[in-house]
Each structure stands twice: as structure tokens, then as C-alpha cells.
């Protein structure tokens, strides 16, 4: 069958499809979006029954619905669940969109809006190759699931529980996901492991009330002093995590691995340019590629307190705030590793001064091993398609569900990602470019196809 001439002759309308879908602001994390939310699980599950799919279900949740449809009738063959989302994230800073947010604008070649690169272009892409399939050659060559949440982007606090309750329903061969990346321009990549995350916030407090620093100042303790100096102790000069016990679990990089990472060949010296930046910094003994994509961090994301103003304001804060996250590799436990910054904080905290600690997401590492057939057929398919064999990477960001589905499934998770780096997703102006649309929906029908 000619896939390249039904994409090319189907490709307007399924643009438009997608704008129409990309117009709901489906942000799930805003309470006033609650129906826009649902808007969208409704235009999902429209689509699939379009696509052809069976047993099409909207499953309510205490948050965000999950969309469930079916198509089981290649005896014999594997089983495909497709994971996606269909929320998106919030749109602020909303200046400095060049075009709204929730109107899709095409320009040079890059289709803009919220939600086109995360994740609901490429979400959108599996439920035409699956549509293209059936049109062209009226069966699907293995039985396929798809899974779309609406809570990705809050962490998916209910999907695990639906995981868990629908084992049966959603058993499959293998967990295809298009949630991430290209390393660049033509340069596929297949995700082989993205690092868990623990997050927390941090108080400290001192007196019951702000203080004059000409009456009181060098005589009592001083929120912001305790807070800087405890936040100090938490990295040596190195860059590396001082809390006791930080690096349980954490495995050394292979000479294998390191090779892998070598093959990136990520100019280090452009990233500079790129960021404005005279030096880089972490770890010593370590790669940025290295850094970012295999070893565990612990990071300051807000600290505030005090008088934040125009002009002086002579005060004592009697309190100070951190935000911290760390991302976690290996055998890392998200719950062990926030104990241990939380006595680590305790041990550290200046005479005088109080401390509270809370304890917010928490998520486990995941990875898989390259060699599984399923991830060589996908890096296969790329070659097919791109002319250049997906690169096998590790990722630095966290996705917490897929280490999630992959356990309770008990089969590897294919992160077969189309987007690229510069996509601003999450930032204003996000966008996807439409080359890797068209190269995209070749890809899948040849995955699924080889499978």
C-alpha cells in the first residue's frame, strides 16, 4: 500500500482535525478548565470510533476521565497499548504568544499552539495511522489499545489506580508512547530511561513576627541567613549532593553507556552560545549529556522571604521558603531520598530557627533495556523512514506514569517520540514541526506493520 500518497492526499484534512482539537484548552491543572478537560476526552473518543476503533469508553475518574477503545482481531499477534494525554499545560506567560494560544497558526512549516508537540499532535498521529490502516488494507496487522489520559500534565494521580483495576483490559506486548523527543533535526531517538522525581517545599522560621534590623539585627536569628546557609549545605564546590545516603541506588555509568552517550556527539561549547553562558556546571566527572540524562540532582527551583519591594525595607524576616526537586536515577526511592534531605536540613539548621518540611510529587526512575525486539523493531521503522537509525538515549526529564504502566503491565515501554528539542513545550509558542508530522505517521504504520 502507498501510505506516502493517502498522507499526502488526506494531509489537509487531518490538519484541520488536529487544529480543531488543539482549539480546546484542556489545561488540567486549572479548575476552570474542568469541561474543557472533558471537551477534549469526548473529541478523543469521537476520533477513534471514527478511526475505526471498538469498545470506545470515556472512564470517569475523581479527577479527569481516561479514554479506553479497542481493536482486537489479529489472533496470534501482539498487542499494542498506545499511552498518550490529551491535557495540556497552563498558557502564562500569555504576552509572549505571537499568535493565541488556542488558535493553531501554521507558520513556516511549524504548527503553533498549545498542546501540538505535548502530547496532542502526537497522540493524534497514532489515531491516524491506525484510521489509515484500516482504510487502505481493512484489517490491522496486530491487536491495538490506546490508553489517553487527562492528567498527564498533574502528574497522573489517577491513572495508577485504573492500571491496577483494568490489568486484564489493558494487557499488552508492548506500551507505545509518543511523548518525547528527536535528539535534533533528521537525528531519531528511542528514550531508554527517563529519571524519577521527589519533590519538596521547605520553611524556616525564627521569631513570631518581622523585626526591626537597627534594634534587633546581629542579636537574633534571621530567616533568610538560616535558609542561605542551609540551602548552602546541601552541594559541595564540586556540584555534587552532600546529604548522607543521597547516592544509594545510583548505578555507575558502564563503559557501554558511556559510549552510547559519546555517540549523542552533543556540542557542549554550542549550548554555551546558545545559553548565554561562560562555563557549564554539575557533577564533576561527567558529560552534560552525562549530567542530565543518567545522574540524580538535587535543585533549588524558588527561594523567597523577606521584603521583596522597590527600595530598602530594614527587616528581619521571621520566615523563608525553598522549592526543591530532585531527579532520580537508578534504584534511587523517592521517599528514602526525601527523608534523608529532611535530616540532612534538620542537622544543618542554625541555633534558633524552626523547620517544616513538605513533601509533594514523588515518582521512581524508569529504564529498559535496548536490546528487547520490540524497541529494535521501533529504531527499525525510524531507519525506514528518517534513512538514519534511532540512537538509543536517556532522558532527563521525568514522565512518572511510564515507569508505572511498564511495572503493572509487565512489558517494556517503546518511547517513540517525534518532537524536537526547541519545541517550547510547556513554554510560550510551543509548536510542532510538520516534516516530523508527516515522517511520523510513516513511522508508526511501519512499526506496527513490522511487529
Known amino acids: 500500500m502507498d501510505y506516502q500518497a493517502y498522507f499526502n492526499t488526506n494531509r489537509e484534512q487531518h490538519l484541520k482535525e488536529l487544529g480543531d482539537l488543539l482549539r480546546i484548552p484542556s489545561i488540567s491543572a486549572l479548575s476552570e478548565h474542568k469541561g474543557d478537560v472533558q471537551k477534549a476526552a469526548e473529541w478523543i473518543a469521537e476520533a477513534l470510533r471514527r478511526a475505526g476503533m471498538e469498545s470506545v469508553e470515556i472512564h470517569p475518574t475523581a479527577g479527569h476521565p481516561i479514554v479506553y477503545a479497542e481493536h482486537l482481531h489479529a489472533p496470534g ?3 499494542v497499548l498506545v499511552y498518550g494525554h490529551y491535557d495540556v499545560q497552563p498558557v502564562d506567560p500569555l504576552n509572549l504568544w505571537e499568535t493565541p ?8 512549516g511549524k504548527l503553533y499552539a498549545r498542546g501540538a508537540t505535548d502530547d496532542k499532535g502526537q497522540v493524534f498521529m497514532h489515531i491516524k495511522a491506525v484510521e489509515a490502516i484500516l482504510k487502505q488494507e481493512k484489517e490491522l496487522p496486530v491487536n491495538i489499545k490506546f490508553c489517553i489520559e487527562g492528567e498527564e500534565e498533574v502528574t497522573s494521580p489517577n491513572l495508577p489506580a ?8 489493558l494487557a499488552a506486548d508492548v506500551i507505545l508512547i509518543s511523548d518525547t523527543a528527536l535528539m535534533a533535526p533528521g537525528k531519531p531517538a528511542i528514550c531508554i530511561g527517563l529519571r524519577g522525581l521527589c519533590a519538596m517545599e521547605v520553611s524556616v522560621y525564627t521569631a513570631n513576627t518581622d523585626l526591626h534590623s537597627g534594634t534587633y ?15 548552602a549545605s546541601l552541594h559541595d564546590e564540586q556540584g ?7 547516592y544509594e541506588g545510583v548505578h555507575e555509568l558502564s563503559a557501554l553507556e558511556r559510549e552510547e552517550f559519546a555517540k549523542q556527539q ?3 561549547e554550542k549550548l554555551k552560545q546558545d545559553l548565554g553562558l561562560k562555563e557549564l556546571f554539575g557533577e564533576a566527572g561527567y558529560s552534560f549529556v552525562e549530567r542530565t540524562g543518567a545522574r540524580p540532582t538535587l535543585e533549588l527551583n524558588g527561594v523567597y522571604g523577606g521584603f521583596q519591594g522597590e527600595g530598602t525595607k530594614t527587616v528581619l524576616p521571621k520566615e523563608a521558603h525553598a522549592k526543591i526537586t530532585c531527579r532520580l536515577v537508578g534504584d534511587q ?5 526525601i527523608d534523608r534531605i529532611e535530616r540532612h536540613l534538620h542537622k544543618h539548621l542554625q541555633p534558633g530557627a524552626t523547620l517544616k518540611v513538605k513533601a509533594t510529587e514523588k515518582a521512581r526512575a524508569f529504564t529498559c533495556n535496548p536490546e528487547d525486539p520490540m524497541l529494535q523493531k521501533a529504531a527499525d521503522a525510524y531507519e525506514a523512514i528518517y534513512g538514519t537509525r534511532a540512537l538509543f538515549t536517556k532522558d532527563g526529564g521525568s514522565i512518572p ?5 511498564s511495572r503493572v503491565l509487565s512489558a517494556p515501554a517503546v518511547m517513540m517520540g517525534f518532537g524536537l528539542p526547541d519545541e517550547n513545550l510547556h513554554a510560550p509558542n510551543e509548536h510542532f514541526n510538520l516534516e516530523n508530522f508527516d515522517k511520523g505517521l510513516l513511522t508508526i504504520v511501519h512499526y506496527l506493520k513490522s511487529l
Open 240 to 246: 555534587r549532593v552532600t546529604v548522607e545516603g543521597f
Open 217 to 231: 539585627g546581629g542579636g537574633v536569628p534571621n530567616a533568610l541567613h538560616a535558609m542561605v546557609s542551609l540551602l
Open 401 to 405: 506514569i511510564v515507569e508505572t504502566l
Open 77 to 79: 499477534k501482539p498487542t
Open 101 to 108: 494560544p488556542f488558535e493553531p497558526s501554521i507558520r513556516n
Open 266 to 268: 552533543f556540542d557542549e
Open 333 to 337: 526511592d523517592p521517599q528514602a531520598t
Open 162 to 169: 485504573f492500571l491496577e483495576t483494568n490489568q486484564d483490559k
